[in-house]
């Protein structure tokens, strides 16, 4: 640079310095935290994943020696290591817990959460006060991972690794399918609770500043109404942990009071979110604890930082202890100390005998947290983890002592103490419905581990065993379907209200199955009862006449034919605008029994608010916008936003609304029934401006600005896609001139991705 454009040795045009790089705050959630966050459907993204695009994990799984893997695994569970010693030699207790974290985030609720993606790798979920120290047990099974590579996710690898730590402490393990597929990035759209200081100084946090306070986040202020016992206990939905930063239940009871009643009733609630029921619940407890300790040898406060806050020179590794070892003897976890059996590495049933032959008082661990020990002295004891001719007292944590004052857990206890064969298989089942609850259908699991049992929370679904429809008898079907007089809007909004059932986040759901003919789904008000039960019967005569024309072995399932009515509506709806377009159909469904669905978990799929079909109940409480619970479900539908915009505005002109007041909502047409881009031109026109009806701003009117004359009603969730800067260029894209025939072209192709959703045993 010139002496001439000097001043002073600085230079004038690029500053002196440097405030900001990307990411740095504040960015668009600080300036505006109400922002629908559209981007938030565009999650993991196939540039954050370095594999190859061809490649396909179930082949390079299928091709793996799962035995030699095995082998591996067990041997570096016995094999102890200086820079993270195992207690009691056996890194098998540690390892259950990492794989029992990993899969206790899920819940039935949103199907979000467990194991399947590996998010225990990504914050937040890395750094959760729950999680202290797994990222020792995930940096310890490296090597594996490095040698085996792309053969195995990391999701596979840490339940694989829970299992085998059962395994070669005496456990017989149920089973293990392999075929969870790793994420690539932290997921920034699950919500896990309202718990937290955004948009607040640090300093205001209960516990003092957010970094080094390995509790920041432990609490449960706005999650829950009432108080453990009254009749208006409540946890707020979706979420199942009880507190924050936790995988189920604080450990010293229900708001740190060491109540064991108290603890039960949160026990129940959070396990019962996660998809157990009470024998489940005991025997996961129970089973758990059989093996491994708790450790709380530090005071909280001297504790470093979680992962995501941890040094640069950490490496990933958080919570650093800097008393007296740092680990072993001196590992510092949850703060409560000891462990809950004689011998920690075998299976037994002295968890329960202990629980229940001697009396408990409570007491505090090293670092004051509440625990309980025997009050006879003669009970036995528990060696220590580390070191040699020293032992200490049992342990019982207040979550423990609930199993035995709560009637119902009381009970099942008791059944597990006197056949432990029977408690043994109740663990194993319970274990395995735990790392494999959100794997979806049986038909997604691959490896020579898969159990030949078809389970109820599996969601089965009759094997396909006759000749499916061709290409001339779909073509025949869709006439027939026609002629019934059925209209487009009633035979696309069944098939829709049985597709978009299915979630992306459990693999729950869907089509197939047919499930929306049976309870709890045929009943459900946003399907339209009435509705249902009119097409639903319409189409089993069709099937019956089908079925019985023909001479060999070929038949037609009513879930395809609830798919196909729905693919002929659209194509009618298509015409009728002027456009000719086939929407794809791949048949190969069948119909599920009532045997085969587990109605009281079904009933978690069942919407309170549906944007989809301009459903919202007035019922229930809400902390949280329609139109948000809209972006909600088209994330667990796997939209992107160009499709969440082109099937929104197509399923208004064809009028599939609920029955309700919102039922004419949205509708922005003079000719329901016909797949137009009326919804987006109306929306989008100057000529109108848009009048809230009520206070809340929950309904509006579209009226000519000239006249003042009402043309349309509105709700939040079809405003959206004006209002939001995003959605309004995709609703002005399909509006302009040319945006009829992409429109259409574009809804075909997100509605068969719907449809298809559930479809595992077609390859795509």
């Known amino acids: 640079m010139s002496e001439e454009i000097k001043i002073g040795g600085k230079c004038p045009f690029a500053g002196n310095t440097v405030g900001g790089a990307a990411g740095s705050e504040p960015t668009l959630p600080h300036w505006w935290p109400n922002r629908l966050q559209v981007e938030l459907l565009h999650q993991n993204p196939r540039e954050a994943n370095p594999q190859d695009k061809d490649f396909n994990y179930a082949d390079a799984f299928n091709k793996l020696d799962l035995a030699e893997l095995k082998k591996d695994i067990k041997e570096l569970l016995t094999t102890s290591v200086d820079w993270w010693p195992s207690d009691y030699g056996n890194y098998g207790p540690q390892m259950i817990r990492m794989a029992w974290h990993s899969a206790g985030t899920y819940r039935i609720a949103d199907g979000r959460g467990g194991a399947g993606a590996a998010m225990q790798r990504f914050a937040p979920i890395n750094s959760w006060w729950d999680n202290g120290n797994v990222d020792k047990s995930r940096r310890l099974l490296w090597p594996i991972k490095q040698k085996y590579g792309e053969s195995i996710s990391w999701a596979d690898l840490i339940v694989l690794t829970g299992n085998c730590s059962l395994e070669i402490m005496g456990f017989p393990t149920f089973g293990f399918a392999g075929g969870r597929i790793d994420a690539w990035e932290p997921d920034t759209l699950t919500y896990w609770g309202p718990e937290g200081w955004f948009g607040k100084k640090p300093e205001d946090a209960p516990h003092g500043p957010l970094e080094g306070h390995p509790d920041q986040m432990v609490n449960r202020d706005l999650r829950w109404t009432g108080e453990a016992g009254d009749e208006d206990y409540d946890l707020e939905a979706p979420l199942a942990a009880s507190n924050q930063a936790l995988i189920y239940v604080d450990p010293e009871g229900s708001a740190k009071k060491g109540i064991p009643e108290d603890s039960a009733v949160d026990i129940r609630i959070t396990f019962g979110r996660m998809a157990m029921n009470d024998e489940e619940t005991v025997a996961l407890i129970a089973g758990g604890h059989a093996f491994g300790k708790s450790h709380g040898m ?243 005569g069709i099937k019956h006449d089908f079925d019985a024309a023909q001479s060999g072995g070929k038949k037609v399932a009513l879930a395809d034919l609830i798919v196909l009515a729905g693919c002929a509506g659209v194509e009618k709806s298509a015409r009728d605008a002027g456009i000719n377009v086939m929407v794809p159909f791949t048949p190969g469904r069948n119909d599920a029994t009532v045997e085969q669905t587990d109605e009281q978990t079904f009933r978690w799929l069942e919407p309170v608010s549906d944007g989809f079909r301009n459903f919202h109940r007035h019922d229930v409480k809400y902390n949280v916008s329609p139109e948000r619970i809209f972006l909600d479900r088209a994330a667990l539908l796997g939209l992107s936003a160009p499709e969440w915009a082109a099937l929104t505005g197509g399923l208004r002109v064809l009028d599939i609304n609920s029955d309700g007041h919102y039922k004419q909502h949205g509708v922005f047409t003079h000719k329901p029934g016909v797949l137009t881009n009326d919804f987006f031109v109306n929306l989008t026109s100057p000529e109108f401006e848009w009048k809230k009806v009520d206070e809340e701003g929950m309904e509006f009117t579209l009226d000519d600005r000239e006249s003042g004359d009402t043309k349309f009603k509105a709700t939040r969730c079809d405003l959206i896609f004006g209002a939001n800067a995003q959605l309004r260029q995709l609703a002005e894209f399909y509006a302009q001139k040319g945006g009829h025939e992409k429109l259409v072209k574009d809804f075909v192709a997100a509605w068969n991705k719907v449809m298809m959703h559930d479809r595992f045993d077609v390859a795509g």
């Open 298 to 540: 530090t005071p909280p406060d001297q504790i470093g930082a979680a992962p995501e806050g941890a040094p640069m020179e950490a490496q990933g590794l958080g919570w650093h202890n800097p008393r007296g070892k740092g680990k072993a003897e001196d590992t510092m976890t949850n703060g409560i100390e000891g462990s809950w059996t004689p011998n920690p590495t075998v299976w037994d049933n002295d968890y329960l005998e202990s629980l229940f032959k001697f009396e408990w008082k409570q007491t505090r661990s090293p670092v004051g947290s509440l625990q309980w020990t025997p009050v006879n002295t003669d009970a036995p004891r528990t060696p220590d983890a580390h070191l040699k001719g020293v032992d200490h007292p049992l342990m019982m944590m207040t979550s423990d002592i609930a199993l035995k004052v709560d009637p119902s857990y009381h009970k099942i206890c008791e059944k597990f103490l006197e056949d432990f064969d029977y408690f043994t298989d109740a663990f194993s089942r319970a274990w395995y419905k735990l790392t494999h609850r959100d794997m979806g259908p049986k038909s997604r699991y691959l490896g020579p581990e898969v159990p030949k049992e078809n389970l109820i929370w599996q969601d089965p679904i009759p094997v396909v065993d006759f000749d499916l429809v061709d290409d001339n008898d779909i073509a025949k079907l869709k006439d027939r379907i026609l002629d019934t007089g059925l209209s487009v809007s009633e035979l696309i909004g069944v098939a829709w209200g049985a597709a978009s059932t299915f979630r992306t986040s459990d693999n729950r759901g869907g089509a197939n199955g047919a499930r929306i003919r049976l309870a709890p789904q045929k009943d459900w008000p946003v399907n339209n009862p009435g509705e249902v039960d009119k097409v639903v019967n319409t189409l089993e």
